[in-house]
């Protein structure tokens, strides 16, 4: 963890809120140190890429901006957007200098890469930019912000999170390659109101990086469990679609809101126990972050609006005004993997071998309503209301065996 040692001043204002700001000379220190590390030469400014103008991708990009954006002889901070997509004008003029609709503009001399696409998207991407990287001398480092997980099941069943897909397009190697996750809503980051993040990977980078990207209104810290920061990152859009209809349904019981809480994350901490013995607790920001996305994220937003019949299935995962809808691909990727029989664990129960998604009656349920579309968001409430249901403590402790484990599930053996 980084302390925060920068000098700073705060305004107290009449409302009792504080502002504190940091000094440019605290800035530019931090900016030399992260220069330093990266090997920049006198005079040549550190260049800085966005990914994808989205939401949070945008307002990522544009607090570095804000921050070091003073600094132009040192750093130059850009941001790259498919030519279909637009940034809002408001925002562009405000905060971006450049703009590039051509990545080999953006991105073919970047120092740093900002990941600001969706899950979905970010393997085509990068296997674009990657063109423009092989005479390369030096690699860059790569901070994706993507939240989603893709399956694949030859020759065995393995999960593939954004930043493998990024090593797998372009070669950069993982230790170059970070996810930065916290309970952010970009709208709100956007305003300054107070927030933090966990930036996760190999410490070389994270620990500089956590300093870097440290500002008063939004506090980093660094952590070396990527792997499970990134799949709950995955689940939490998962299991929030579901949150949003038992909102919807239930005309916002707390009761049945907080029962789901309990059914939905003991669900995730079963699953992040089949990735890695010894996972990050749900706690802390990655609880929070599990915690807002419930509450207020798009997923759980798409969630509400299916319930209420005011969006259909027929309308996809990419809507107009909140974009891509990142949790429908991911409930098919996990209950795909979920549902192989060579990943069996012993029921508690019945005394027999099943496949881990059997444990995971919501997962279940979420792939039955938006993927085969047996039922309708109605459904959702099935599950909870089951009188077998176990105790989500009892999935835990399952969990929490080691020889529950599966490695392979992340191309490592066993």
């Not at 070091?68 to 004008?89: E, F, Q, T």
């Not at 051509?102 to 085509?124: F, H, K, Q, Y």
């Not at 992040?272 to 749900?282: I, S």
């Not at 920001?285 to 599990?290: I, Y």
Request: with cysteine.
């Amino acid at each position: 963890m980084i302390e925060n040692t920068e000098p700073a001043t705060h305004n107290v204002y009449s409302d009792g809120s504080i502002q504190t700001h940091t000094s440019n000379g605290a800035l530019e220190h931090k900016l030399d140190e992260l220069r330093h590390l990266i090997g920049k030469a006198e005079g040549d400014p550190l260049r800085i890429v966005g990914i994808g103008a989205g939401a949070w991708g945008s307002v990522f990009t544009a607090l570095l901006q804000d921050n070091y954006g003073h600094l132009r002889d040192k750093v130059l901070i850009r941001i790259w957007r498919r030519p279909s997509r637009s940034v809002d004008r408001a925002t562009a003029e405000h905060l971006f200098e450049v703009i590039n609709s051509r990545e080999d503009e953006a991105v073919w001399d970047a120092d740093v890469v900002i990941n600001g696409l969706p899950s979905t998207e970010t393997r085509e991407v990068f296997e674009e930019i990657s063109r423009y990287w092989k005479e390369r001398i030096t690699v860059p480092v790569i901070i994706s912000l993507a939240k989603g997980v893709e399956a694949e099941l030859e020759p065995e069943p393995r999960i593939i999170t954004p930043t493998q897909m990024i090593n797998r397009a372009t070669g950069v190697p993982m230790e170059n390659i970070l996810y930065l996750g916290g309970p952010n809503i970009a709208s709100e980051i956007y305003n300054k109101e107070y927030a933090n993040a966990r930036i996760c990977g190999a410490e070389k980078w994270r620990k500089p990086l956590a300093k870097f990207l440290r500002q008063p209104h939004f506090i980093v810290w660094d952590n070396g469990d990527l792997v499970t920061h990134e799949v709950m990152g995955g689940l939490k859009n998962v299991y929030a679609i579901g949150a949003g209809m038992v909102a919807a349904l239930t005309n916002e019981s707390a009761t049945s809101k907080s029962v789901y809480f309990a059914h939905c994350t003991s669900e995730m901490i079963f699953i992040t126990h089949l990735l890695a013995e010894e996972p990050e607790k749900l706690a802390g920001p990655l609880l929070a972050d599990t915690y807002v996305t419930l509450l207020k994220g798009r997923n759980a937003w798409y969630g509400q609006k299916l319930a209420k019949g005011e969006l259909n299935l027929e309308m996809g995962d990419s809507i107009k005004g909140k974009g891509m809808i990142q949790g429908v691909s991911a409930v098919k990727a996990f209950y795909e993997l979920l549902s192989q029989s060579c990943l069996s664990v012993l029921h508690p129960e019945e005394n027999r071998a099943v496949a881990p998604v059997a444990l995971c009656p919501i997962l279940k349920m979420l792939y039955r309503i938006l993927i085969t579309r047996e039922f309708s968001a109605q459904a959702i409430l099935q599950v909870l209301r089951d009188e077998t249901m176990n105790d989500p403590r009892d999935r835990i402790e399952i969990a929490q065996t080691h020889v529950f484990c599966r490695p392979s599930l992340l191309g490592q053996k066993p």
